[in-house]
């Protein structure tokens, strides 16, 4: 067998058109494809799960953050209950104790100076009493 060398003018035209429609609509379907593709699909994706995601993360937080808010809440009551009365219960025993101790030795300090001051002036008038009665 031998070998006919083949020319391009000899192809027949409708193989010749076929490759060319195939070489061409394959570079211009990637080009179309690739573009239309990164377009569509990025406004598509970007809108679909701009609203999915704000739908489900509103959901889902909301659930999410009540219940978890609820339960701290929770926690943090009895904990705020708990630490607030046994701190405050020693804090006021603690600072009741200091305040009314510095408060009434300074408050009976000054009692006890007038005390006296009376009874120097109840001790003049029962002298002064005593002198009129003579």
Do not use: V
């Not at 020693?90 to 101790?101: D, K, Q």
């Amino acid at each position: 067998m031998s070998s006919i060398p083949i020319h391009p003018s000899s192809i027949h035209p409708s193989i010749h058109l076929s490759i060319y429609l195939s070489i061409y609509l394959s570079i211009y379907l990637s080009i179309y494809l690739s573009i239309y593709l990164s377009i569509y699909l990025s406004i598509y994706l970007s809108i679909y799960l701009s609203i999915y995601l704000s739908i489900y993360l509103s959901i889902y937080l909301s659930i999410y953050i009540s219940s978890y808010l609820a339960i701290y809440s929770i926690y943090l009551s009895i904990y705020l209950s708990i630490y607030l009365s046994i701190y405050l219960s020693i804090y006021l025993s603690i600072y009741l104790f200091i305040y009314l101790s510095i408060y009434l030795s300074i408050y009976l300090y000054n009692l006890s100076i007038y005390i006296i001051y009376l009874s120097i002036y109840l001790y003049n008038l029962y002298i002064y009493i005593i002198y009129l009665s003579i």
